[in-house]
């Protein structure tokens, strides 16, 4: 069974700082372009961040661009999101899932990612 296992998610304040992990399970993840999402309740799933496995290039949404930032390491088949300057709005379950009709992402288009995880909960929160 292909899925991700998301982790590294919790509370944290406004101002601070998390980094969620995402490692790919009965696959290999070198091959592919991984986006990270987020689903606030009562909100559609929103595309976030995502890393081409072509040239390692990487996409930001704007409500997240300058503060949150995406990686890669192909031998632990993992991708990570580290995330600064953490507001309430970022509250949220975070998901990452690749992408299997593109190696390189210019933007996120949900219905081309699969093998999602469960997910992981981010609270900003004072």
């Known amino acids: 069974q292909v899925h991700f296992v998301e982790s590294g998610g919790g509370l944290a304040q406004p101002g601070g700082s998390l980094r969620l992990s995402c490692i790919a399970s009965g696959f290999r993840l070198n091959y592919y372009a991984i986006g990270w999402f987020r689903q606030a309740p009562g909100k559609e799933r929103e595309g976030i961040s995502g890393?081409?496995?072509?040239?390692?290039?990487?996409y930001y949404a704007d409500s997240v661009k300058g503060r949150f930032t995406i990686s890669r390491d192909n031998a632990l088949n993992t991708v990570y999101l580290q995330m600064n300057s953490l507001k309430p709005e970022d509250t949220a379950v975070y998901y990452c899932?690749?992408?299997?009709?593109?190696?390189?992402?210019?933007?996120?288009?949900?219905?081309?990612?699969?093998?999602w995880g469960q997910g992981t909960q981010v609270t900003v929160s004072s």
């Open positions: 899932a690749a992408n299997l009709m593109r190696t390189r992402i210019t933007e996120m288009r949900t219905h081309e990612f699969d093998y």
């Open positions: 890393i081409s496995s072509s040239d390692g290039s990487t």
